[in-house]
Nanobody, 125 residues
Framework: QVQLVESGGGLVQAGDSLRLSCAAS????????VGWFRQAPGKEREFVSY????????YYADSVKGRFTISRDNGKNTVYLQMNSLKLEDTAVYYC??????????????????WGQGTQVTVSS
């Protein structure tokens, strides 16, 4: 059983930065990739970023590329999402998740079977 717990969300102003954390339970953290998704009110959950188990491969949604950075510390069982230059449209609940193996499309919500409870990020003007 994998448990994922997000933290680090909050209320910030446009242009500010936040760092989200996704802490995982268990001894197998270094064996699986992690994705970040977000869901704004009235919208579908959407892909934000992905990092492979080793950290060598990362992907980003076009909307966050150049502003967000994903990283991981396998020694701490934690994945981070550094979010800079935040915009109003980044307001959402942010979720981390573990994908099924094999993973066909790491950007697809349906590829993930374990999800955290989410952390709220609100960007104000």
């Amino acid at each position: 059983q994998v448990q994922l717990v997000e933290s680090g969300g909050g209320l910030v102003q446009a242009g500010d930065s936040l760092r989200l954390s996704c802490a995982a339970s268990g001894r197998t953290f270094s064996t699986y990739a992690v994705g970040w998704f977000r869901q704004a009110p009235g919208k579908e959950r959407e892909f934000v970023s992905y990092i492979s188990n080793s950290g060598l491969n990362t992907y980003y949604a076009d909307s966050v590329k150049g502003r967000f950075t994903i990283s991981r510390d396998n020694g701490k069982n934690t994945v981070y999402l550094q979010m800079n230059s935040l915009k109003l449209e980044d307001t959402a609940v942010y979720y981390c998740a573990r994908p099924r193996v094999p993973t066909v499309d790491p950007r697809a919500v349906g590829e993930y079977d374990y999800w955290g409870q989410g952390t709220q990020v609100t960007v104000s003007s």
